[in-house]
């Protein structure tokens, strides 16, 4: 089962920024719409973004429209979640996942079949 690996996360503080990392060893992303989902503590996972493998679909949640971005670096095989202005209501795991061949179903995981096991992001003072 291909398993996807997230990275980058950590402890900031209330204004500060982290990039997350996505990358799947031995499976090209290229070919697929890649999400990022949270899940904080008590609550649902959700979705953050979502980029289509054509790169012409982008979407964000409301709560990180204007701060975060996401991004993907063919060369790296790599999708990034750049994450600006951090606020502690976004602290919680965050998921990379992948649906091969398939496009963004908005910010929903329908489809995504491959999952990373997470990377926790704190923001506190």
């Known amino acids: 089962q291909l398993q996807l690996v997230e990275s980058g996360g950590g402890l900031v503080q209330p204004g500060g920024s982290l990039r997350l990392s996505c990358t799947a060893p031995g499976f090209t992303l290229d070919a697929s719409a890649i999400g990022w989902f949270r899940q904080a503590p008590g609550k649902e996972r959700e979705g953050v973004s979502c980029?289509?493998?054509?790169?012409?679909?982008?979407n964000y949640a409301d709560s990180v429209k204007g701060r975060f971005t996401i991004s993907r670096d063919t060369a790296k095989n790599t999708v990034y979640l750049q994450m600006n202005n951090l606020k502690p209501e976004d602290t919680a795991v965050y998921y990379c996942?992948?649906?091969?061949?398939?496009?963004?179903?908005?910010?929903?995981?329908?489809?995504?079949?491959?999952w990373g096991k997470g990377t926790l992001v704190t923001v506190s003072s």
């Open positions: 996942a992948a649906d091969e061949g398939g496009p963004c179903w908005g910010l929903e995981d329908y489809g995504m079949n491959y």
């Open positions: 980029l289509s493998a054509s790169g012409q679909t982008i």
